[in-house]
């Protein structure tokens, strides 16, 4: 199975100001993806990050406010940018090996003040 | 109506005690998923499934096509089964994972 890092694990922001999240995946996989998780609710699918391609958005997420970076086949980047309180979340990297495996990383707490 | 729902919302137990979380989805599927959440947020995959059952430890899971639901059993609970559980499921054909709201199991020594 699929071994993900995320850095940070968390972090407390200034609103206005922007976080770049780090995933590391200890193997090469196709499918990388980015969910956010506000608190008391499930998780939702911020966008699909592709390798060598521009990633695809969800429905209410733009890449002004949340770009992502895919250069390889086992790192991504989500940055949140220009932060307010409502940005305050659990981030999470996902990565999808086959439609009966798929992993998630250990989180970035973000607190937004 | 969520496509993908939980039962129940909020569970506590005594630390021995059989649990079980109910999971029923309305949309077609290719497999569903067990996640388990500790209170520092990250997410451990617990099982995936498209048929039948699956048995790893103190867990089982199950599912039932036919009627679209899932079930995950937890045997001899203990308080360190306590966490935020989730199903999930891939819309069929596609590449979105459809989660369900979580149980929140407290098991108490």
């Known amino acids: 199975s699929a071994v993900i890092s995320q850095k940070p694990s968390r972090d407390i922001c200034q609103r206005g100001t922007s976080l770049t999240i780090q995933c590391q995946v200890d193997s090469q996989v196709t499918m990388m993806f980015w969910y956010r998780q506000q608190p008391g609710q499930s998780l939702t699918l911020i966008a699909t990050a592709n390798q060598g391609s521009e990633a695809t958005y969800e429905s209410g997420f733009v890449i002004d406010k949340f770009p992502i970076s895919r250069p390889n086949l086992t790192f991504s980047t989500l940055t949140v940018s220009n932060m307010s309180p409502e940005d305050s979340s659990i981030y999470l990297c996902?990565?999808?090996?086959?439609?009966?495996?798929?992993?998630f990383g250990p989180g970035t707490r973000l607190t937004v003040t | 109506k969520n496509e993908v729902e939980q039962s129940p919302q909020n569970l506590t137990a005594q630390e021995g005690e059989f649990i079980t979380i109910n999971c029923s989805y309305s949309v077609g599927i290719s497999a569903l998923h067990w996640l388990q959440q500790h209170p520092g947020g990250g997410i451990v995959s617990l099982f995936m499934l498209s048929s039948g059952k699956k048995k790893h430890g103190r867990l089982i899971a199950t599912i039932n096509i036919q009627e679209k639901h899932s079930s995950l059993h937890i045997t001899a609970s203990h308080p360190r089964d306590s966490a935020v559980y989730i199903c999930a499921a891939p819309l069929y054909n596609t590449d979105k994972l459809i989660f369900g709201t979580g149980t929140r199991l407290q098991v108490f020594p």
């Open positions: 996902s990565v999808r090996e086959s439609v009966y495996e798929q992993y």
